[in-house]
T-cell receptor, first 115, second 113 residues
Framework: QKEVEQDPGPLSVPEGAIVSLNCTYSNSAFQYFMWYRQYSRKGPELLMYTYSSGNKEDGRFTAQVDKSSKYISLFIRDSQPSDSATYLCAMSGLSGSGNTGKLIFGQGTTLQVKP | NAGVMQNPRHLVRRRGQEARLRCSPMKGHSHVYWYRQLPEEGLKFMVYLQKENIIDESGMPKERFSAEFPKEGPSILRIQQVVRGDSAAYFC???????????FGPGTRLLVL
């Protein structure tokens, strides 16, 4: 079983739709949760960074973390064709020797927003 | 403020050759991470370095792969005697400290013929 599970999609929605992306994980030591966006043949770009449980909002993007269920989500409101990309969840946590910060990624979900 | 820089962006090698990938972190960042992305897969952690030190190499293959981050100059990921299975995109990320936000470079796409 992978430490982080993410449905690879692809997910296709019409412009203006609300998009819900999510990941589940198995390691309860994870404390830091991130969402990255990756356009084709580009490097990942950080979208959201959350520590522990709770919600965080930034413009059209909302990140949610539910540590009790080991489940994180990213919501995109009023989706645009420019949001078409692969969305990667990532997480890290404390190890026995401190937080090295290495990220464990999900497989990524490919999103297509159709005009 | 320039972001993370990687070169070359594309690298073609024949089986058995050596590949050297370079990464210059963001200004003020002294922590570098290397990740590998195979086709249709997410990024996999390889190694974490600070200046002149390897902190965590738990994701590095046991043979042929090595990494360094010298006091001066970029971090280098070196793959000796490349095989076709090494074909992938290699990404470098940097952060100002451990556990802090990592910013990724554009990647080096390695193709082994």
């Amino acid at each position: 079983q992978k430490e982080v599970e993410q449905d690879p999609g692809p997910l296709s929605v019409p412009e203006g739709a609300i998009v819900s992306l999510n990941c589940t994980y198995s390691n309860s030591a994870f404390q830091y949760f991130m969402w990255y966006r990756q356009y084709s043949r580009k490097g990942p770009e950080l979208l959201m960074y959350t520590y522990s449980s709770g919600n965080k909002e930034d413009g059209r993007f909302t990140a949610q973390v539910d540590k009790s269920s080991k489940y994180i989500s990213l919501f995109i409101r009023d989706s645009q064709p420019s949001d078409s990309a692969t969305y990667l969840c990532a997480m890290s946590g404390l190890s026995g020797s401190g937080n090295t910060g290495k990220l464990i990624f999900g497989q990524g979900t490919t999103l297509q927003v159709k005009p | 403020n320039a972001g993370v820089m990687q070169n070359p962006r594309h690298l073609v090698r024949r089986r058995g050759q050596e590949a050297r990938l370079r990464c210059s972190p963001m200004k003020g960042h002294s922590h570098v991470y290397w990740y590998r992305q195979l086709p249709e897969e997410g990024l996999k952690f390889m190694v974490y370095l600070q200046k002149e030190n390897i902190i965590d190499e738990s994701g590095m293959p046991k043979e042929r792969f090595s990494a360094e981050f010298p006091k001066e100059g970029p971090s280098i990921l070196r793959i000796q005697q490349v095989v076709r299975g090494d074909s992938a995109a290699y990404f470098c990320a940097s952060s100002p400290g451990p556990g802090e936000t990592q910013y990724f470079g554009p990647g080096t796409r390695l193709l082994v013929l």
